[in-house]
């Protein structure tokens, strides 16, 4: 059983406590093409607050806008976080609006779209966004990693208390779910109740030899990496941070556990080039030069530019031996 | 007197262009000479704000007709989105004029912050959003928050204002899907500008009316003239009753002619209806006098505190 099943019970539960909560998508009367939406539509108590929607590219987004400024808070399930690339437009006018207003509005909308390589069709449905998204103003950014934070997740990304009190702080914000990691066997049981018990951005393995930075479906890897040094040398314990949130960055605790060790390892699907690794490494060659003693090193996909075909998709994200690699090679710098 | 070219087609009249009333049961219950001084202070605000040379600034001298019946017909609780040339919805609804006048400076000291768009205003308090930036999404924003309202079952609508020039983009076209997919209780009120010779491609870039089309997609509509003020009056009331009634969103085409192409004196709404209350002896020049200097006096008071509210802020 992959994570889609819990989180589409999840997201029924989200609605059942909230009722300023809805659901928007053009399927979602029909469970959804994740089937998200599933147990949601089956609810005969919950139909009304699913909205299936005709399929538009931004007026689905500007749509989520209006319900989340006429004081819902709206739940889109896209197709691909690439619907959002469409609507780019739309979602750069809701990250503005609440800046636009005297911080006087909030923007209380969720998007939660599939992201980058998984499903093995290719093209859009393989492409990694999240460089692209990260850059829109105003718009808050999260990536989720492993398949047992999925829910978790979820259910941090929907919480929007203090809009009304705090409106200056409450933005649209969009949640990324790995395509590989939604449907990788879950091995766990996951508490539907339980939020992220921790700051998104957060040390998810301790360490002292060197620093990897992930985030989606390269964080697992990461970790199956940093264990696999530790297992050959039991000196080479490094620290993983779960990145989670893409925009804006955590810069504070970024910059913190990257100069506890000053050897850092940066790990993302999709290219290179253009990627949110860069800006990650521009921050810690800003704030943390003192502290490095070895280059930053990324590791990311192989494909450059990002066009991927389906079978191609494993290139697309890196593996935990080439990790492990660049572990090693931080660390015997 | 012949319709001349600057006559539009397919309209429902209500005041024609001679200033004769049609049917005067219409307009019963209305304060005709109050409802002028409403036109009359819409027009003094856009000569005194084109007088600033305010960047980026657009004169909506002649679309009074469709800022005054918004203000006067919306009630508290319903929502309005704005353009750049609806500052004199602001004035109807009853904002400040200080805070109005700061916002179209770009004070920092106003409500925006200075934030707002060239020409927008926005109102946390009287319901008003200001222009987006990118085109037509403030109408997929409308559409929304309608359907919000119809969520919770408020019986209030929502009103989008917007040009001609929207309606070729693929947001109108998306924003009328979606509405009518939603019943969404909105009123879309589209400033046509149209005139004989020069006027925007989108205008008849398809060969018919805006409300053509949106009647094809399977909207209510209605196409009005801009210089006929109680037609617009009655057609923006008549869309906005059935939006509250649950039935459901309605497109309301109001073809005005810019002042600045200067037409004949009979496309002026403000000149449309004075020849009006002048045929039914409402009308003096010292009437327009006082009414002009007050408003004159109100603007000028307002434009001068939003000027020393920003030369404090400099200062600070």
Redesign the interface.
């Known amino acids: 059983m992959s994570a889609l099943q819990p989180l589409s019970r999840l997201v029924a539960a989200l609605l059942r406590e909230d009722e300023r909560r809805?659901l928007l998508g053009e399927d979602v009367r029909s469970g959804g093409m994740l089937g998200l939406s599933r147990v949601a539509a089956q609810d005969e108590q919950l139909r009304?607050?699913v909205?299936?929607?005709?399929l538009?590219?931004?007026?689905?987004?500007?749509?989520?806008?209006?319900?989340?400024?006429?004081?819902?808070r709206?739940i889109v399930l896209l197709p691909s976080s690439t619907a959002l690339l469409e609507a780019l437009?739309?979602l750069?006018?809701l990250g503005?609006?609440r800046?636009?207003?005297?911080?006087?509005?909030a923007v209380p909308a969720l998007f939660v779209a599939p992201n980058g390589p998984g499903f093995g069709v290719g093209g859009e449905a393989a492409e990694s966004v999240e460089a692209t998204l990260a850059a829109v103003p105003g718009v808050e950014l999260w990536c989720a990693g492993r398949a047992e934070d999925l829910c978790a997740y979820l259910r941090s990304a929907a919480d929007f208390s203090g809009a009304e009190a705090r409106p200056a702080q409450v933005g649209p914000r969009v949640l990324l779910l790995p395509r590989s990691v939604v449907v990788r066997d879950l091995l766990v049981d996951v508490d539907l109740d339980q939020a992220l018990p921790r700051s998104v951005t957060a040390l998810v393995r301790e360490g002292d030899r060197a620093t990897v930075f992930a985030w989606g479906e390269a964080l697992a890897p990461a970790l199956a990496a940093a264990q696999a040094c530790a297992a050959l040398d039991p000196a080479i314990e490094v620290k993983v941070v779960d990145l989670g949130r893409l925009a804006p960055l955590d810069e504070e605790l970024l910059v913190e556990h990257a100069s506890a060790t000053g050897k850092i390892v940066i790990a993302h699907a999709g290219p290179r080039r253009g990627g949110l690794g860069a800006e990650l490494a521009a921050l810690f060659a800003d704030r943390c030069i003192l502290h490095l003693d070895a280059p930053i090193v990324r590791v990311t996909g192989e494909l450059e530019p990002a066009l991927v075909a389906g079978h191609e998709e494993l290139r697309a994200s890196p593996s935990a031996s080439a990790i492990a690699a660049a572990i090693n090679h931080v660390v015997h710098y | 007197m012949q319709p001349t070219a600057w006559e539009p087609e397919g309209v429902e009249a209500l005041l024609d262009s001679k200033g004769t009333l049609a049917d005067p049961a219409a307009v019963r219950g209305l304060d005709l000479r109050d409802y002028y001084k409403k036109l009359v202070a819409a027009r003094v605000l856009d000569v005194k704000l084109r007088r600033l040379e305010l960047p980026m600034w657009a004169s909506a001298a002649g679309e009074e007709a469709v800022s005054v019946a918004i203000g006067d017909l919306v009630e508290d609780d319903d929502t309005v989105f704005v353009g750049n040339r609806d500052a004199a919805i602001g004035l109807t609804r009853g904002m400040a004029l200080t805070e109005l006048v700061s916002q179209l400076l770009g004070r920092g000291s106003s409500e925006t912050r200075g934030r707002g768009l060239p020409g927008s205003i926005s109102s946390q308090a009287h319901a008003i959003v200001g222009a987006s930036e990118a085109l037509g999404m403030s109408l997929g924003l409308a559409v929304g928050h309608a359907h919000g309202q119809a969520l919770f079952g408020r019986g209030r609508a929502s009103v989008v204002v917007f040009g001609e020039g929207l309606t070729t983009t693929g947001m109108f076209h998306e924003s009328v899907a979606v509405a009518l997919a939603h019943d969404a209780p909105l009123v879309f009120v589209c400033k046509s500008q149209i005139w004989p010779d020069g006027a925007p491609p989108e205008a008849g870039l398809l060969g018919d009316s805006v409300s053509d089309r949106a009647r094809a997609a399977g909207l209510w509509t209605r196409r009005c003239d801009g210089a006929d003020a109680l037609g617009v009056r009655r057609a923006i009331g008549a869309a906005l009753h059935r939006a509250k009634d649950g039935a459901g969103p309605g497109l309301v085409e109001v073809v005005v002619t810019p002042l600045a192409q200067d037409p004949p004196a009979e496309r002026d709404p403000v000149e449309r209806l004075r020849r009006l209350l002048d045929a039914r002896g409402e009308w003096t020049q010292p009437f327009q006098d006082v009414t002009e200097a007050e408003i004159h006096g109100l603007i000028d008071r307002a434009v001068q505190e939003a000027v020393d509210a920003g030369q404090d802020e400099v200062s600070s």
């Open positions: 809805c009304a607050r909205l299936g929607s005709p538009t590219a931004s007026a689905h987004v500007a749509h989520a806008g209006g319900l989340a400024l006429a004081g819902l709206p437009a739309a750069r006018e503005r609006l800046w636009r207003s005297g911080e006087q509005r």
